[in-house]
DNA sequence: TAAGATTTACCAACCGGTAAGTAAAACACG
DNA sequence: CGTGTTTTACTTACCGGTTGGTAAATCTTA
């Protein structure tokens, strides 16, 4: 792992644990045992850095739920696949949920993040997406609302700490919208 | 309206936009039209300004959950109408919502808040025997994880924006754990 | 004038960011 | 190959501004 990877590494764990907001660099320099200065470095601003952790853990996120329903299958099988990938992927790579989840509410309001509300909105789209092909294809409700459906399971996100209350709250939501 | 409740009048706005680690007090203090110096004669700390912040934002959501449906009537309607009051107290009272919403993830992870989290938890606790009881009185499928639905309807609290979303997470949310 | 309310002035620590320098690796070329 | 030159990776030391917090002085009003 090379000194930036390092550096990534130690920012998102850090973010993660404790917001943009409530890390420094100085803080994040120390945990990848890097100076100060390095960081700059690497990237231009803290804002920027931030900016490169939330695309990549949003591109990991997306690249799991998605890369592993690309096979054949029915719509039904597809998107409770979907829904068994999100609860691996919550469980197994809890500081990459913990980063989307503790600054999302920040991302999708300030003007500063516009870029990345934008990113957000097209990964919920492509959940929406996967809903409203399901409708077509006879495995969802049809007056279901496909983006809000999208917008209940990515927001099942916070909630994973208790063990078992995720898979729960994922197949009511299977209840919610799957035919049968 | 006195000055301690002009300065958590301010807080709770500032909060809401921006974060606990995003707000300095002197913001607080100028939104609130006071000398920063005021603030801690009224607070002991930044800390505890927001601790009474978030307790009196979960009082007064919790308050207007629970007190409208104290009358009689089925389980069925209780539950129905403890959603559409959510619904209502996200759309009117959105910097409440907002506060609680932001700076959840940080409350519920971060050590320093336990206290908060124990509060927090107290709620989703009350959410979930309602809908136990809802069980009881065969208005909720046996099969359902109360804690589960409880921690699913707090978390659509983010997902405000457009209008009428919020209504089709609920009414999804309703499918999965209401008989008919 | 006593007690509570508010302001002024201040502090040490920390913040994001930068300038200047250094050692070593990579490169250019006779 | 050898040697001068440029580039890369990284450190040290610093800057102006902001942070949460405090002590003491001043104002207000009963």
Redesign the pocket.
Known sequence: M???EKILSAAVRAFAEKG??G???????KRA?????????????????FREVWEKSLDELENHLFSEIEGEGSYMKKIKGFLKAYIDFVTNRKVISEVINKERASVMSEDKWSNLKERYEGFLGRIAQLIDEGKRYNAVYDDIDPLAAANLISGSFGHSEKPGVLEKMISLIMRGILKK
Chains 1, 2 share one sequence.
């Open positions: 090379d000194t930036r943009f907001n890390v420094s660099v100085d803080e994040i320099a045992g890097v100076k100060k200065a390095l960081i700059y470095y690497y990237f231009p601003s803290k804002d920027e850095l």
